[in-house]
């Protein structure tokens, strides 16, 4: 069954450490990869894709992803958190014309 | 200049009621969607019209009825409302129904039924 995965429902930092949220995925096709931020009340941006090409892919707001296709994963990264960055994280994977979204990881970071 | 935008933002009704959530989008793009948020934040694809066609069509009550009078334009008409009902709906938009292409997401719609 197609699936997402996104490991702890809630991820904690301290401003300027590190941040990674993880995923992982089902598919026995290459997969389509998406990073999708909501702040509080509103719609979800794009903050990453992967279709095809470099594994490693940047996106806005100093966050990037690593697709590892032997590890089935897209963990999202960012080198220093910041107070701004507190929110709901979504991966997804296209599967078809489908957009699978993983439950959501929500970031807080702490000062 | 909203890409893509809803109304309305928030829709308190009671059971039983008839009601409309529209959505329009001014990227010009072909594809449109909706999904379903739960309380437990989980989305989840209900629609999808691509050029005015319904493409995706998922295990949803036949109560949800989409309607696309334009490419620009997808509306969502819920009948006879249930508690359960209640949830964000989001609207999004992308370019075609391409496997890579983004889809861009309206504001959300947080529908209440008492």
């Known amino acids: ?18 941040v990674l949220l993880r995923c992982n995925y089902s598919s026995s096709v290459p997969p ?25 892919v ?8 690593e697709f590892k296709k032997s590890e089935t994963s897209f963990h999202l990264t960012k080198p220093s958190a910041h107070m701004s960055d507190a929110a709901e994280y979504f991966c997804a994977v296209k599967y078809g014309n489908k957009l699978v979204f993983g439950a959501g990881t929500i970031l807080r970071v702490k000062s | 200049d909203t890409a893509v935008s809803q109304t309305p933002k928030y829709l ?24 379903k948020q739960d309380s437990k934040k989980f989305l989840k694809i209900m629609f999808s019209y691509n050029n005015k066609e319904l493409i995706i069509n998922e295990t ?13 334009h997808l509306n969502l008409h819920i009948n ?13 938009s992308s370019q ?9 997401f309206g504001p959300g719609t947080r529908l209440t039924v008492l």
């Open chain 2, 80 to 92: 006879s409302l249930e508690l359960g009902d209640s949830a964000v709906y989001f609207c999004a």
């Open chain 1, 32 to 56: 389509y990869l998406f990073w999708y931020v909501q702040y509080p009340n509103q719609g979800l941006q794009l903050l990453l894709k992967y279709t095809t090409g470099a594994t490693l």
């Open chain 2, 12 to 35: 308190v009704t009671q059971m039983g009621n008839d009601k409309s959530i529209k959505c329009e989008q001014n990227l010009g793009h072909d594809t449109m969607y909706w999904y």
């Open chain 2, 96 to 104: 075609d129904a391409g496997v890579t292409d983004t889809q861009y």
């Open chain 1, 1 to 18: 069954a197609q699936s997402v995965t996104q490991l702890g429902s809630h991820v904690s930092v301290s401003e300027g450490a590190l």
């Open chain 1, 58 to 65: 940047k996106g806005i707001n100093g966050f990037e992803a």
């Open chain 2, 60 to 72: 949803v009550p036949n109560r949800f009825s989409p309607k696309s009078p334009d490419k620009a």
